[in-house]
């Protein structure tokens, strides 16, 4: 056989079956659970360990997407890619949650939203158009198919279209709008009307934000138990449009220096806790609102709160006598962990 002939068939072979990535090692014992004990053989992401270890969340696969793009790990990110499209992509919309068998037929917006935004910039970060080329899919029907009055809300059926009246303000995130406009999936002018809801979102005298915005009655809805996870996303987000949430601000720091701690929920009128419970995530998003405050001490202190959750240090947030976890409480806290190593760095630590 022809020598050019032979180097033409390798050439044509190898570009056809390309080599396959390797995963990068963990970070941390945060990571090396999530691996180890909450992914099954399928490299789905389970709930829980118990009640909800066959129930499977796309805010699971958004999150994952965000740390492995953080991380850099390529090979990770492509495996949890092909997860999407497998198991949780359907008539072009991510259906939001599988119960077993059973899978959901509406989307979640937020989680829409977030896996998007990853895709895009793993698609510019690792120059992979494919990656770009999904995000652009998904988030064309989402744009069609998600809004009322012009206002993405919070799901959609994916087959009959009908659709929710409402937006919660915590689901409303600049960064990740702005990326869709740059690639053409959203118009400025359809970014602006987002926007105006988040800007237009005033916090009480006590500082915290309402919970959620009627797209037809146009009214805003407050919370009377208040859920600190929809309270720091809203205030991280209207941060992220430059503005001051120094009133919310300051209603967080005095309940953490009022407690010694932040509790998952809070009630709106006493300002008293509703619950006995502090969680991973809500410290690691106070980390992050902190961080985006420039506020190092605070993000600091947070930070270290997180991580005291850890009953076992060698593992992730589990109760090791129980075994009671929760997938969110391990990978909220691997994004800020990234985001923490960012700040040390830019530090010259």
């Given at each position: 056989?022809?020598?050019?002939?032979?180097?033409?068939?390798?050439?044509?072979?190898?570009?056809?079956?390309?080599?396959?990535?390797?995963?990068?090692?963990?970070?941390?014992?945060?990571e090396?659970?999530?691996?180890?004990?909450l992914?099954?053989?399928?490299?789905?992401l389970?709930?829980?360990?118990?009640?909800?270890?066959?129930?499977?969340?796309?805010?699971?696969?958004?999150?994952?997407?965000?740390?492995?793009?953080?991380?850099?790990?390529?090979?990770?990110?492509?495996?949890?890619?092909?997860?999407?499209?497998?198991?949780?992509?359907k008539?072009?919309?991510?259906?939001?949650?599988?119960?077993?068998?059973?899978?959901?037929?509406?989307?979640?917006?937020?989680?829409d939203?977030?896996?998007?935004?990853?895709l895009l910039e793993?698609?510019?970060?690792?120059?992979?158009?494919?990656?770009?080329?999904?995000?652009?899919?998904?988030?064309?029907?989402?744009?069609q198919?998600?809004?009322?009055?012009?206002?993405?809300?919070?799901?959609?059926?994916?087959?009959?279209?009908?659709?929710?009246?409402?937006?919660?303000?915590?689901?409303?995130?600049?960064?990740?709008?702005?990326k869709?406009?740059?690639?053409?999936?959203?118009?400025?002018?359809?970014?602006?009307?987002?926007?105006?809801?988040?800007?237009?979102?005033?916090?009480?005298?006590?500082?915290?934000?309402?919970?959620?915005?009627?797209?037809?009655?146009?009214?805003?809805?407050?919370?009377q138990?208040?859920?600190?996870?929809?309270?720091?996303?809203?205030?991280?987000?209207?941060?992220?449009?430059?503005?001051?949430?120094e009133?919310?601000?300051?209603?967080?720091?005095?309940?953490y220096?009022?407690?010694?701690r932040?509790?998952?929920?809070?009630?709106?009128?006493?300002?008293?806790?509703?619950?006995?419970?502090?969680?991973?995530?809500?410290?690691?998003?106070?980390?992050?609102?902190?961080?985006?405050?420039?506020?190092?001490?605070?993000?600091?202190?947070?930070?270290?709160?997180?991580?005291?959750?850890?009953?076992?240090?060698?593992?992730?947030?589990?109760?090791?006598?129980?075994?009671?976890?929760?997938?969110?409480d391990?990978?909220?806290?691997?994004?800020?962990?990234?985001?923490?190593?960012?700040?040390?760095?830019?530090?010259?630590?």
């Amino acid at each position: 056989m022809n020598c050019s002939l032979v180097l033409t068939i390798f050439l044509l072979t190898s570009c056809a079956v390309p080599q396959k990535i390797e995963n990068k090692p963990p970070l941390s014992s945060t990571e090396q659970f999530v691996v180890e004990q909450l992914m099954t053989e399928e490299h789905l992401l389970q709930t829980d360990l118990q009640q909800q270890k066959d129930i499977f969340l796309s805010e699971s696969v958004g999150l994952w997407l965000t740390y492995l793009g953080k991380k850099g790990d390529i090979g990770r990110f492509q495996e949890q890619v092909e997860v999407l499209e497998k198991y949780f992509i359907k008539n072009q919309f991510i259906i939001w949650r599988i119960d077993g068998q059973q899978a959901s037929t509406v989307n979640a917006f937020i989680d829409d939203l977030r896996i998007i935004h990853a895709l895009l910039e793993a698609g510019e970060q690792w120059e992979m158009p494919q990656y770009i080329r999904l995000a652009k899919k998904l988030g064309e029907p989402l744009v069609q198919q998600g809004m009322r009055e012009g206002i993405f809300v919070d799901f959609v059926d994916i087959y009959s279209f009908e659709k929710a009246n409402t937006i919660t303000l915590s689901y409303i995130m600049p960064e990740a709008l702005n990326k869709m406009v740059q690639y053409d999936i959203l118009s400025e002018q359809q970014m602006q009307q987002q926007v105006n809801v988040l800007q237009n979102a005033t916090p009480t005298s006590s500082g915290f934000y309402p919970k959620s915005y009627d797209v037809v009655t146009k009214k805003y809805a407050y919370d009377q138990e208040l859920h600190m996870i929809d309270q720091l996303y809203t205030a991280f987000n209207k941060l992220q449009l430059g503005e001051s949430t120094e009133m919310f601000t300051t209603w967080l720091l005095q309940l953490y220096e009022r407690d010694g701690r932040i509790y998952g929920r809070y009630d709106a009128e006493t300002n008293l806790p509703s619950v006995t419970f502090d969680s991973p995530a809500v410290y690691a998003l106070a980390t992050s609102y902190m961080l985006g405050l420039g506020n190092e001490e605070m993000a600091k202190r947070f930070f270290e709160q997180m991580n005291a959750l850890k009953n076992n240090k060698e593992t992730g947030y589990i109760d090791v006598k129980t075994s009671a976890t929760h997938v969110f409480d391990n990978l909220m806290p691997l994004v800020t962990e990234r985001e923490m190593d960012y700040a040390n760095n830019d530090k010259g630590n």
